[in-house]
């Protein structure tokens, strides 16, 4: 019996959570797939219940679990810029530490009935397929951080720091990974200011002399975020640290045209992780029915495919997913003049719709 813990989370969490655990359900169901799941509060919603974002008890069942299902977490109720305080995005980042969950893929796919819903050109995108690979569990996340107030100052200061194994096993990865894709790899730094950065660098050079058959390339931080809308399709696998990870993947998200389509893993040295959608808890939008389940639909396929070895089913969840779009069923987010508007739970139920008549 495989065991998933479920964390719905903040915002839109929940919302879109429930609509993937109907896929979840029904494969449970009609396919006899052995899974077991719970449920456990993350962020905002702990914090409001228990006065922390993740006890300890939710984090021992995590990595207890084969897989973690994650919503969202934070919002503005718990946003606060005084130290100390607790904050929903700490609960985020324990979970990552603790279950070692060093690798993150943000896979980026171009559907083709959705690009009119890109706000770049038709002839920039089209055939775009990147995965960027976040360090994560490393990097000024991780660092040492503090505001000093002094008699005459006041100071604050956080850390980029890298050791030598964390930047050797991700750049493996990297290189693995291209392997099974288009055999390109770009490392994505800043070396011209950061030593963090030149370690970096050495150690990607080094390692890519065991991979001889795989085309590398160095860019820098801020000319990799020009080269991402000027023309993305010239990359493959993006691998970079946690910080620069996490803005550029949000840049490579909207290049598809909507942050609601693209689900994530976190990965570690097992098979054990944590799944969720890139985009955050979307609190303007919470109730209102308008968000989009289907990064978080993706991100249970990933799950299966990943974590549980479930490959067929991760397919036919893809492919389903796939059809509504083409068949022109948008959610707000990715509705351009063409299609037709409909809601969370309605375009959950299509994806359902065309899981059954897969099976
Ligand atoms: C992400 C998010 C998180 C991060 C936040 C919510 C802590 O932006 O997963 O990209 O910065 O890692
Ligand atoms: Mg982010």
């Not at 897989?67 to 100390?84: D, F, H, R, S």
């Not at 089913?313 to 068949?327: M, P, R, S, W």
């Amino acid at each position: 019996m495989k065991k998933i813990m479920v964390l719905p989370g903040d915002g839109i969490g929940p919302e879109i959570v429930n609509e993937t655990l109907k896929v979840m359900d029904f494969f449970i169901e009609k396919s006899n797939l052995e899974i077991s799941y719970d449920f456990g509060d993350i962020g905002g919603i702990a914090i409001d219940k228990y006065g922390i974002p993740l006890k300890d008890e939710t984090l021992e069942m995590c990595k207890n679990s084969d897989a973690v299902l994650l919503g969202a977490v934070g919002g503005p109720k718990w946003e606060t810029t005084e130290p100390g305080k607790p904050r929903p995005e700490d609960a985020l980042l324990k979970v990552r530490k603790e279950m070692s969950l060093f690798a993150n893929l943000r896979p980026v796919k171009i559907y083709k009935s959705l690009i009119d819903s890109s706000t770049l050109k038709k002839e920039v995108i089209e055939g775009v397929d990147i995965l960027v690979l976040r360090e994560l569990t490393g990097g000024i996340y991780f660092g040492k951080r503090e505001r000093i107030i002094a008699d005459d100052d006041v100071f604050a200061y956080d850390t980029e720091l890298y050791h030598l194994y964390e930047i050797e096993r991700i750049v493996k990865l990297a290189f693995e990974t291209a392997r099974l894709r288009r055999k390109k790899v770009t490392s994505v730094d800043k070396a011209n200011i950061l030593e963090s950065s030149r370690l970096w660098r050495e150690t990607v050079n080094r390692i890519h002399k065991n991979y001889s058959d795989i085309e590398l390339n160095h860019m820098y931080v801020d000319n990799t975020s020009m080269q991402l809308i000027r023309n993305p399709k010239q990359f493959d696998v993006i691998v970079t640290s946690n910080m620069f990870g996490d803005i550029l993947s949000d840049e490579t998200a909207m290049i598809s045209g909507s942050i609601g389509l693209l689900p994530s893993a976190s990965l570690g040295d097992n098979n054990s992780g944590m799944y969720e959608p890139i985009h955050g808890s979307a609190p303007d939008i919470q109730g209102t029915g308008k968000a989009n389940p289907i990064a978080q639909i993706l991100s249970l396929a990933m799950l299966f495919r990943y974590s549980l070895g479930f490959k067929k089913e991760a397919d036919i969840i893809e492919i389903a997913v796939e059809k509504v779009l083409e068949k022109g069923y948008r959610t707000p987010d990715i509705y351009a003049a063409k299609g037709q508007l409909v809601n969370t739970k309605e375009i959950g139920g299509l994806i359902m719709d065309e899981i059954k008549e897969a099976i």
